[in-house]
């Protein structure tokens, strides 16, 4: 497993799950959405390229349709190959569960709006990461120092903070 967000994954959820066990009880609602909301973060962020992954025609250029299956639809091994070397085992494996076979299903021939919509949902998630990582790259903030003399000669330093240009260009696209 990705090493990173799977301790993530795991202090989380550990934090949750024990407020309840000193308590001798059965996790509340909350605490199970809570629990959701970790594994489905988890998912965002190791899933967070799959989308390149996906072929909108077939190798005979023709779409791809629910007969010739997600094999023929998603490059399984340029994503594997993507990966870090320590992940290559877990993405191999999970790539071939049902799990991941379903959710590829869904996502190219959704039969109901609930496919439609939790894909989406799953898809805008892992859009607003990448923004937010994004924002991260091109926010980083500048100092600049200016040296001031006052009227007795007297200095006077002043630092401003100045956000660099193309910080802006993107949080614009918000």
Not at 58 to 71: H, N, S
Request: aromatic letters at 14%; proline letters at 3%; hydrophobic letters at 35%.
């Amino acid at each position: 497993m990705p090493e990173k967000y799977s301790k993530k994954l795991a202090k989380n959820v550990k934090e949750i799950i024990s407020k309840s066990r000193k308590k001798k009880q059965p996790l509340t609602n909350e605490e199970i959405e809570k629990v959701r909301m970790e594994f489905f973060n988890f998912f965002v962020n190791i899933f967070r390229d799959y989308n390149k992954f996906i072929m909108t025609l077939t190798k005979e250029g023709k779409l791809p349709k629910p007969a010739d299956g997600v094999q023929a639809c998603f490059d399984y091994e340029r994503y594997r190959n993507d990966t870090d070397n320590d992940q290559k085992p877990f993405f191999k494996q999970f790539l071939g569960m049902q799990m991941f076979t379903r959710f590829l299903e869904r996502k190219l021939w959704a039969s109901k709006n609930e496919d439609v919509i939790d894909v989406y949902l799953f898809d805008e998630h892992i859009r607003m990461k990448n923004l937010r990582i994004q924002r991260k790259i091109y926010q980083s903030v500048s100092y600049i120092e200016i040296i001031i003399f006052n009227r007795n000669l007297n200095l006077i330093s002043l630092t401003i903070r100045v956000k660099v240009s193309i910080q802006h260009s993107i949080v614009t696209h918000w």
